[in-house]
């Protein structure tokens, strides 16, 4: 690491991971806001004043504020990152010895809209509008978005604020950037926005130790199972596939936090076929037994960490178009398209030959050695950061 580990300071807005006790950096905790202060600021600055979005409401305080003041004063720190808008918020210095970026992670504008969306071809659809951010809201409030009503005036609302914000932050900070070259590219041709870049993420480089047992016929759905467009397409997928899933003994692993009540009942319904394991720390074993992975997202922003996995273990890939959204990836061997999730069962059947398997998971490892390799990463945050 370029800094050092003891170098790097983490502050931490209302966390309570574990993990974070093993962790190499400096620790910085740091308490959310009161649900009080939550609620104020969002009749205040997202309802009333329309400055900030609900999200940016939800994480925002006058002492976080003086806490990062504090922090950022009693250290020198070459290099400042924040965490999406969420901490952009706090503009907090104006000196050109401080090199400062903002990771907006994806245009949350963009996936809302696509939500809306989804809730207007499939109004059956139970979206969870918050995601991971409910994390940090109370269950007190987290519970009043039950109403489909509520939840698109919420999202629609929601949409416009972030929006607004993100274009703020793209002005005020000289580096931005985004997961996303798509991304990137939207912003410059509907705003005219030229000095965001795309990162690409660091993920684990793995041996390639394929052992799969075809006639078991196993492939992986994962992801975070709170995260709207997982839960909704992996529920969408068993119920246009699984009678065939049955009919040719395919099965189907679900790897992911948080369940859904709707996606537990299937588990249950359809236990030969499909099992719900939950997390899994090391995806090693599960990832190079499998026949493959599928990923029938039906909606998405941004780069799919799940979908480099895959291609990190040359697990071979069934997706649809927002698996593989802003991955430039030109070898149409290195994964199956398929955007008719119905058809996602056949892709499957085929898969469970070893001639086709091998082709795709080489083609796929190979892609992911030559564009996500330690090495390229580095060589581009070099660029980037430095």
């Known amino acids: 690491m370029k800094y050092g580990a003891k170098n790097v300071h983490l502050a931490l807005i209302g966390s309570e991971d574990q993990d974070i006790k093993t962790s190499p950096f400096h620790i910085i905790k740091i308490s959310k806001p009161t649900m009080f202060n939550q ?12 400055n900030k979005s609900i999200q940016e409401s939800m994480l925002y305080s006058r002492n976080i504020q003086k806490k990062l003041e504090e922090i950022i004063s009693n250290y020198t720190y070459d290099l400042i990152i924040f965490d999406t808008i969420r901490t952009a918020q706090y503009y907090l210095i104006d000196s050109p010895k401080i090199k400062q970026f903002v ?18 071809e499939f109004p059956e659809t139970d979206l969870n509008p918050l995601g991971n951010f409910k994390k940090i809201i109370p269950s007190s409030l987290s519970g009043l978005i039950k109403s ?3 939840t698109k005036l919420l999202l629609k609302m929601e949409k416009n604020l972030v929006r607004k914000s993100e274009l703020n932050i793209c002005e005020r900070y000289k580096s931005c950037l985004l997961i ?12 005219g926005i030229t000095h965001v870049k795309s990162i690409k993420p660091l993920l684990q480089e ?9 006639k078991n016929r196993t492939f992986i759905f994962l992801g975070n199972l709170s995260v709207a467009h997982n839960d909704v397409s992996i529920t969408n997928f068993i119920e246009k596939n699984v009678e065939k899933m049955i009919e040719h003994s395919i099965h189907l692993k679900i790897i992911g936090k948080q369940p859904s009540e709707k996606l537990q009942e299937l588990g249950k319904r359809y236990s030969s076929n499909i099992e719900i394991i939950g997390y899994v720390k090391d995806l090693r074993d599960e990832f190079n037994k499998a026949c493959g ?7 998405g922003t941004g780069v799919k960490l799940k979908t480099l996995e895959a291609f990190s273990y040359g697990l071979p890939l069934i997706t649809t ?8 990836i030109k070898n149409k061997e290195a994964y199956i398209l398929e955007n008719s999730i ?5 892709h499957m059947l085929t898969l469970c030959k070893n001639d086709l398997n091998d082709v795709i998971s080489e083609s796929s490892y190979s892609f992911f050695k030559l564009q996500y390799s330690k090495s390229e990463v580095y060589k581009q945050y070099n660029e980037l950061f430095l």
């Open 293 to 299: 992975m599928i990923v029938p997202l039906i909606f």
């Open 180 to 191: 996303s070259e798509d991304e990137v590219r939207y912003l410059h041709k509907h705003y």
């Open 39 to 50: 609620i104020f600021n969002v009749l205040s600055h997202s309802f009333l004043f329309r």
């Open 148 to 150: 489909q009503q509520l």
């Open 321 to 328: 178009d927002y698996g593989i959204e802003g991955i430039d």
């Open 342 to 346: 119905e058809n996602f069962w056949t």
């Open 206 to 214: 793995n041996q390639y130790e394929r052992d799969c047992n075809y």
């Open 103 to 120: 990771y907006l992670d994806d245009l949350f504008s963009i996936r809302y809209q696509k939500m809306l969306e989804v809730m207007e």
